[in-house]
């Protein structure tokens, strides 16, 4: 059993940076890929960021691109989400996820933090 915590989110301005966290339980947290997706108000949720379990193997949303970094430190037990150039389109309710593959899928993840608003103004 895996527990993630998000943590990071607020309000910023379009251009500004922002930096997500999600801190996970248990000794195993090596053990999973993780992922970051997002929820906009009236929107289904989308893929962010995944990365592998060692850290190697990364993919991106073509819309963060170039603008978001996934990372993580397993001494930490922790995933994060680098955001730069912040657009007001970016506006969401961040989540974190972990599985056994860094997919796009949200269905192949096992285990859901319990989100953090991210809100870009113009």
């Known amino acids: 059993q895996v527990q993630l915590v998000e943590s990071g989110g607020r309000l910023v301005q379009t251009g500004d940076s922002l930096r997500l966290s999600c801190a996970a339980s248990?000794?195993?947290?090596?053990?999973?890929?993780m992922g970051w997706f997002r929820q906009a108000p009236g929107k289904e949720r989308e893929f962010v960021a995944g990365?592998?379990?060692?850290?190697?193997?990364?993919n991106y949303a073509d819309s963060v691109k170039g603008r978001f970094t996934i990372s993580r430190d397993n001494a930490k037990n922790t995933v994060y989400l680098q955001m730069n150039n912040l657009k007001p389109e970016d506006t969401a309710v961040y989540y974190c996820?972990?599985?056994?593959?860094?997919?796009?899928?949200?269905?192949?993840?096992?285990?859901w933090g319990q989100g953090t608003q991210v809100t870009i103004s113009s």
């Open positions: 996820a972990a599985g056994p593959i860094a997919t796009e899928y949200p269905f192949a993840y096992d285990y």
């Open positions: 248990g000794r195993t947290f090596s053990s999973y890929a």
């Open positions: 990365l592998g379990r060692s850290g190697d193997y990364t």
